[in-house]
Every structure is written in structure tokens, then in C-alpha cells.
């Protein structure tokens, strides 16, 4: 599944579109009509444990840890209505398009300071040195976080995306816990500082608009800022790894890309759909719900399998063909009130990213023998290592 999950959901489609798993213990819905009606439904399906689905119950050791900072409050990508809406609102300020698009210039200076760092040596392992370093300068630009603070904020990251996976050792378990902790005592000392120094960034903005809302509670604030570094960071370095992949794999993909660049935009829209760099999300029935033929009891766990829906044939002829310009919306953003607020910033970096990989380099491919392997999640979906040469 970790591999590759499409074969078996391309059978799940085929046999029992909508099946409950025994090991999750909860539904999986595949079908593309199907994920995006669920997606829409707020009233009748709660985001409430859209982060952290499988029964996780933390052992005393971990609570322990816990207890030295916030304990996860629901707040953007794991709320309803009415705190979705205001928390939501004060995201989209942050990141709106007018805000990130005066950024283009620093972005794709960024990304080719980043190719000077290994385009002389004729290979790269292109996830470590480009996808993931990409996003994750922007998304410290963005926020106003110290420069020099990206590689701790990439460990956090993982070690955020580590400790809700809730899988591993008590130690394991503990250490990621811990860094867990550190992250949301880091960006509560940074959310203080814009509090007496004001800045002009999406820190400040956020801060600020928080701050006016006496609902918001302090842990909401620092787990929203939490949500936004991990989706703003890993997802679009899932993206991007993937879109390495493509061009690594298929010379004449490259080839067009190098001759035209404006067709960047259509070619991240299909590592969009082909990729999904969000496998999966999760929602929890409010009521009885009837979908597919199949009853789903209120209290019941639903995964929403976005990687399936982007592969459904009844919707995109020949899936596992990768096709510019497929006529059909892809759900890798998701769908209705928590599509992803994040998804002008996402592409504004894949473009860019596919533009200056263009101008830079004359040919690109996979190196050969390696084996491509991704990062264990249950909703991010990242390669682990890409070796490209050229």
C-alpha cells in the first residue's frame, strides 16, 4: 500500500467501492462521486478527527510529555463550524493570493540559489536539496520565521507528521512527543513576539485577528499555526518530489516543458491528480448516513481516499496514463468548506519551481537502479529520496 495503494483501490472500485476495514476500523469510501459528496457533506460528516483517524490512545508516558504544552485542540483542518469558519477566515488572510504573490520574486530566487547548490555536480537527490527545501523556505519567508531556523522547522514537521501517525515504540513514541511539544512551544514564543512587535508578515496577520477573537483559545491558535507550516510544507514538497518524478521518467514531458513553459500550471495540476500528495483524509458520521448502498452509523470513522478518487476510470479515462489537460477536476484539494486554503500558494510554488527546472537545465532524468520508496503517513503521501541526474 505504501508502494503503491492504487491497484488495490482500483479493485475496491471495481468490488466494493465503499468497504469497511477491519484493521482501521472504519470505512473507506474509493469512488469518485462518492469522496466528493462525503467531502461536501459538512452537516452530515464531522472533521473532528480528520488528522488523526485510528484509535491512538496516548500511554501515560506520552501524556506525560503533553502535559507540557497544548494538547490537540481541533482548529482548522480538524474543526466544524463555527470554529472552522472564523479559523478559516484568518488563514485565508494570511495566505491570500495578493499576499503571495508579492513573494514570486524572492520564491524564484530561492529556487535557483537552490539549484546553484547542485546543478555543477550533475545529480541530485532531489527531495533533501530542492523539493522539500523549497517549501519550507517559503513557508518561514512567509510567516516572518527566522531563515535559519528551517532545518529545526523541517524536523518538527516530521516529527508532527511522526507523532499523529501514532505508530512506534514508547520511545519512539516519547521522543516524537517531545519534539511535538518543542514546536508548539517555538511557534507560541514566535505568536508573543508579533504581539509586541508587529510585523508585516502572515504571522502578524494571524496573530493579530486571533487576538480579536476572544473564542479562540490560546492552544487553537498555536495548533492552526501548527497545521498551516506542515500543510504549507510537506504536502507541496510531495508535489514537487512527484513532479521530479514525471520529468526524470519521460524525456519528451521534459522536452515540452523546456520548449513551453506555460504549460507548468496544466502539468502540476496532473502530478496533482496522479500523485495526491493527500492520500487520504477522515471524517466521522454525524447521523445514519446512506451513500453507495452502503449505511454508515453516526459515530462511524470514514477515510476518504482522494488517491483513489483521482484514479476513478468512470471519471478519468486511462488513469495511470499521465495526461495534460484532463477535462475532469481532480480532488487531490479536496472539496466544499475545508478545501485546501493553501492550494493558491501550492501551485504559485510548483509553477515556479517547474519554471526555473526548465530554464536550468538542458535534460533530466531518473537514475537508473533506485528504488523509490515514501515516507509512512496515513494522509501525506511523500517520496522519501528522488535521484535525478543530468
Known amino acids: ?14 468490488e466494493e467501492p ?56 481541533a482548529c482548522l483542518v480538524d474543526s466544524d463550524p463555527p470554529l472552522h469558519t472564523r479559523v478559516r477566515a484568518l488563514a485565508s488572510e494570511a ?22 547548490q547542485f546543478i555543477d555536480a550533475g545529480h541530485v537527490e532531489f527531495v ?23 532545518a529545526r522547522v523541517n524536523n518538527w514537521t516530521i516529527e508532527t507528521g511522526a507523532f499523529f501517525a501514532g505508530a512506534g515504540s514508547l ?7 517531545r519534539e511535538f511539544v518543542a514546536f508548539q512551544r517555538y511557534l507560541t514564543e514566535a505568536a508573543d513576539l508579533r504581539r509586541s512587535d508587529p510585523r508585516d508578515d502572515a504571522l502578524s496577520v494571524i ?85 453507495g448502498g452502503v449505511t454508515i452509523r453516526a459515530g462511524q470513522l470514514v477515510q476518504i481516499a482522494y488517491i483513489s478518487a483521482n484514479h476513478d476510470g468512470d471519471r478519468f479515462s486511462d488513469p495511470l496514463r499521465f495526461e495534460l489537460g484532463r477535462p475532469t477536476p481532480h480532488l487531490a484539494f479536496g472539496q466544499g468548506p475545508h478545501f485546501c486554503v493553501g492550494a493558491p500558494l501550492a501551485r504559485l510554488e510548483g509553477r515556479v519551481a517547474l519554471e526555473v527546472i526548465a530554464e536550468r537545465f538542458e535534460t533530466l532524468r531518473l537514475v537508473p537502479g533506485q528504488t523509490l520508496s515514501y515516507v509512512p503517513s496515513l494522509t501525506a503521501r511523500r517520496l522519501a529520496a528522488v535521484e535525478l541526474s543530468w
Open 18 to 73: 465503499i468497504y469497511w476495514s477491519e484493521k482501521l476500523n472504519l470505512w473507506v469510501v474509493t469512488r469518485y462521486d462518492d469522496v466528493r459528496a462525503i467531502a461536501r457533506d459538512a452537516d452530515r460528516f464531522s472533521s473532528r478527527n480528520s488528522i488523526s483517524p485510528v484509535s491512538f490512545r496516548p500511554a501515560p508516558e506520552v501524556l506525560e510529555v503533553l502535559a507540557g504544552g497544548f494538547l490537540q485542540t
Open 171 to 177: 520511545e519512539e513514541l516519547v521522543g516524537h512527543t
Open 207 to 291: 496573530v493579530q485577528g486571533a487576538d480579536e477573537d476572544p473564542a479562540l483559545s490560546p492552544a487553537e491558535l498555536v495548533n492552526m499555526l501548527n497545521q498551516i507550516v506542515f500543510a504549507g510544507y510537506e504536502t507541496t514538497a510531495g508535489m514537487l518530489a512527484a513532479a521530479g518524478v514525471e520529468l526524470g521518467r519521460d524525456p519528451e514531458l521534459f522536452a515540452a516543458l523546456k520548449a513551453d513553459t506555460s504549460i507548468a500550471p496544466k502539468l502540476i495540476e496532473e502530478v496533482l491528480r496522479s500523485a495526491s500528495p493527500i492520500h487520504s483524509m477522515y471524517r466521522t458520521a454525524k447521523e445514519d448516513v446512506e451513500i
Open 95 to 116: 495566505l491570500s493570493l495578493r499576499r503571495i504573490k508579492g513573494f514570486e520574486p524572492a520564491l524564484r530566487e530561492l529556487a535557483n540559489k537552490l539549484v546553484d
Open 1 to 14: 500500500m505504501l508502494d503503491d495503494p492504487r491497484p488495490l483501490y482500483a479493485r475496491a472500485r471495481a
Open 128 to 150: 533533501g536539496q530542492f523539493a522539500v527545501p523549497l517549501p519550507g523556505s517559503f513557508i518561514v519567508d512567509l510567516l516572518g520565521l527566522p531563515r535559519e531556523d528551517l
